[in-house]
């Protein structure tokens, strides 16, 4: 089975991050099984969901890990012009959901898997299938957990997702937060008797707003971004239950995404100490105020240096001598940062296309990416 028939098949899995994947990792652990690659499943919690680790090849050293996730963005609300479960190619171009992002460069990856088992592997050849990455890179870090304990690591990773094949060597990290806004409700027509809690977020905001100001002003810069320094945004706000009544209770969702240069916990203490003088100047007697800032989730960055072993050997696979770094986040920042592994992020098409209706990648772009697989498996044999 080639890198398009396998992606026709990996398409047909509705993989959202809400929904199970283990219809895909079934199949996925049936195909390489025909083919003799060991593999092992590391479930979620709940049992629904799973990620899984293959390996070709001799498991006594380092190796290459390729690295992709499973699970795809809603089509929910989205104006498709054709099933986004059903391949389909017009005019060069491949269309369904996770095409680009990112189950191309997983067909990839399988294709050339079924493919090193028939050869005499030097080094080997590992492949790690992930859950929940759309929703905060959750599901690798089980696995990742698991690996932490190995005596013998991947030498090197390449994350697939849609660079054009590029070799990415950086993004930014990622900080969300959830902000509660405690107030004190009272009848609209009287409203010096409560406290206002959405003004309490409208000044958190506010907050916000001048840290970012800050940053872009005097900031660390980072010129290989498109968005150069480190942002602060806040993304959802929920408050209040009637127009007449004075609200006690306001939400906010934020996040930082951060240069390396930029502690995020730094910006998380600033933005605390913000939100308690805020509430201590909304406090009177008889009136209680309180903000609660949590973070509810984060993954770090990825910084490799341009010199790394894994930088060349991306360069070289894919005959594109130049790196980047991109604005979306990804899984590398998780194996470079907790395991140590020197990693980039490679993949077929362009993340222009992911999380919109009518996604593709290019036919062009699968055949580049089976290309560069071809040039991997040449070097694990050597």
Request: charge should be negative.
């Amino acid at each position: 089975m080639n890198s398009l028939a396998l992606l026709e098949r990996l398409v047909g899995f509705p993989t959202v991050s809400r929904d199970s994947n283990l219809d895909l990792i079934g199949f996925v652990q049936e195909f390489l099984d025909g083919h003799g690659v060991r593999s092992q499943r590391y479930a979620s919690a709940d049992g629904r969901k799973a990620n899984l680790y293959a390996t070709v090849g001799p498991d006594d050293r380092g190796g290459v890990l390729l690295s992709g996730h499973t699970d795809v963005v809603p089509v929910d609300g989205q104006a498709w012009a054709s099933d986004p479960f059903a391949l389909v190619e017009r005019d060069g171009r491949l269309y369904g959901r996770g095409a680009a992002d990112m189950k191309g460069f997983l067909a990839c990856a399988l294709a050339l898997a079924a493919q090193a088992a028939r050869r005499p592997l030097r080094m080997p050849l590992h492949l790690a299938l992930s859950y929940d990455e759309e929703v905060g890179c959750l599901g690798v870090r089980s696995l990742i957990e698991a690996m932490g304990d190995w005596p013998v690591k991947p030498r090197c990773c390449i994350v697939g997702e849609p660079t054009l094949l590029r070799t990415a060597v950086g993004h930014k990290g990622k900080t969300t937060l959830r902000a509660v806004c405690c107030g004190q409700s009272a009848h609209s027509a009287f409203p010096a008797q409560g406290l206002n809690a959405i003004h309490l977020a409208a000044e958190l905001i506010a907050s916000v707003r001048r840290r970012q100001a800050d940053i872009e002003a005097g900031g660390v810069r980072d010129p290989a971004y498109a968005v150069p320094y480190t942002t602060l945004h806040v993304g959802t706000i929920h408050g209040g239950i009637a127009v007449n009544i004075v609200p006690d209770r306001c939400e906010l969702e934020l996040e930082i995404r951060n240069l390396a240069a930029d502690d995020p916990q730094v910006l998380v203490a600033a933005l605390r100490a913000d939100a308690g003088a805020i509430a201590q100047g909304a406090r009177r007697p008889g009136v209680a105020a309180d903000i609660g800032l949590d973070v509810t989730n984060a993954y770090p960055g990825l910084d490799t240096p341009t010199g790394a072993e894994v930088v060349a050997l991306a360069q070289e696979l894919t005959g594109v001598h130049e790196w980047i770094k991109v604005a979306f986040g990804s899984e590398g920042g998780l194996f470079s940062g907790r395991l140590g592994i020197p990693t980039v992020v490679c993949g077929p098409g362009s993340i222009d296309q992911a999380h919109k209706p009518d996604e593709f990648i290019a036919v062009d772009q699968l055949a580049r990416c089976d290309a560069m697989l071809a040039a991997l498996l040449a070097r694990l044999e050597r």
